[in-house]
T-cell receptor
Framework: DAGVTQSPTHLIKTRGQQVTLRCSPKSGHDTVSWYQQALGQGPQFIFQYYEEEERQRGNFPDRFSGHQFPNYSSELNVNALLLGDSALYLC??????????????FGSGTQLSVL | SQQGEEDPQALSIQEGENATMNCSYKTSINNLQWYRQNSGRGLVHLILIRSNEREKHSGRLRVTLDTSKKSSSLLITASRAADTASYFCATDAYSGAGSYQLTFGKGTKLSVIP
C-alpha cells in the first residue's frame, strides 16, 4: 500500500521563478493538504483540496495556488518566488468520513531553496 | 498563525527515562493530535484525543487533555534512542464555512541519549 509520495525531493530556484510541486495521496484517500515548514518551525497550513476544489485556505498570498486531479493527486504552484519561500513543503492526505476525526498522512516533503 | 505552543522547546534525557512534553492552545478545539518528525522529513501521526476525552494511551504514549486549561501533555515512557525526534501538537478546530483546520505548534525537540 503506497503512502504519500512527493516529487521532487529537492529543488533549487532563483527569485522570480515559478515552481510546481507534486503529490500523490495515500491509496484510498480523497483529500490533500499542503503545508509549508520553515527551518525550526512547525508546519503552516497553505490550503486543502477535496473533490478537485480548494476547500479551505491558510494565510498565504495568491502567489500560492494549487490543483487536484480526478485521481486525487495534487500540485502546488508558487509564482514569483521570494527568498522567504525557501522551506520544506509537505503534502498530507486524509479521507473524509462522517465523523470529523481525520488524521493526516504526510509525504517526505520537497525541500525548496530559493537563491 | 500557530495556535499550539509546545513546552519545552528542547528536551534531553537518558535512555530509559520518561519524557513529558506540553502543549497549550488558544481556542476551542474538536480534537488534538500529536505528530512526530525525524530530521525534517515527513510527520507521522502518533495519537488523537477528542475534546470530550481526558486521557488516551497507545503503547508507550500517554496523552492527557484539559480543555478548561486549554492544554495537553504527551508522555513517552521508557524512552529509547530511536525516540529522538521533534514532536508537534496539532489542534483541529472549526475554521468557518463548515470546514475544520489542523494547526501545528512549533514543536519540542527531544534527544534521547543512549
Amino acid at each position: 500500500d503506497a503512502g504519500v509520495t512527493q516529487s521532487p525531493t529537492h529543488l533549487i530556484k532563483t527569485r522570480g521563478q515559478q515552481v510546481t510541486l507534486r503529490c500523490s495521496p495515500k491509496s484510498g484517500h480523497d483529500t490533500v493538504s499542503w503545508y509549508q515548514q520553515a527551518l525550526g518551525q512547525g508546519p503552516q497550513f497553505i490550503f486543502q483540496y477535496y473533490e478537485e476544489e480548494e476547500r479551505q485556505r491558510g494565510n498565504f498570498p495568491d502567489r500560492f495556488s494549487g490543483h487536484q486531479f480526478p485521481n486525487y493527486s495534487s500540485e502546488l504552484n508558487v509564482n514569483a518566488l521570494l527568498l522567504g519561500d525557501s522551506a520544506l513543503y509537505l503534502c498530507a492526505s486524509s479521507l473524509v468520513t462522517g465523523v470529523h476525526d481525520e488524521k493526516l498522512f504526510f509525504g517526505s516533503g520537497t525541500q525548496l531553496s530559493v537563491l | 498563525s500557530q495556535q499550539g505552543e509546545e513546552d519545552p522547546q528542547a528536551l534531553s534525557i537518558q535512555e530509559g527515562e520518561n519524557a513529558t512534553m506540553n502543549c497549550s492552545y488558544k481556542t476551542s478545539i474538536n480534537n488534538l493530535q500529536w505528530y512526530r518528525q525525524n530530521s525534517g522529513r515527513g510527520l507521522v501521526h502518533l495519537i488523537l484525543i477528542r475534546s470530550n476525552e481526558r486521557e488516551k494511551h497507545s503503547g508507550r504514549l500517554r496523552v492527557t487533555l484539559d480543555t478548561s486549561k486549554k492544554s495537553s501533555s504527551l508522555l513517552i515512557t521508557a524512552s529509547r534512542a530511536a525516540d529522538t525526534a521533534s514532536y508537534f501538537c496539532a489542534t483541529d478546530a472549526y475554521s468557518g464555512a463548515g470546514s475544520y483546520q489542523l494547526t501545528f505548534g512549533k514543536g519540542t525537540k527531544l534527544s534521547v541519549i543512549p
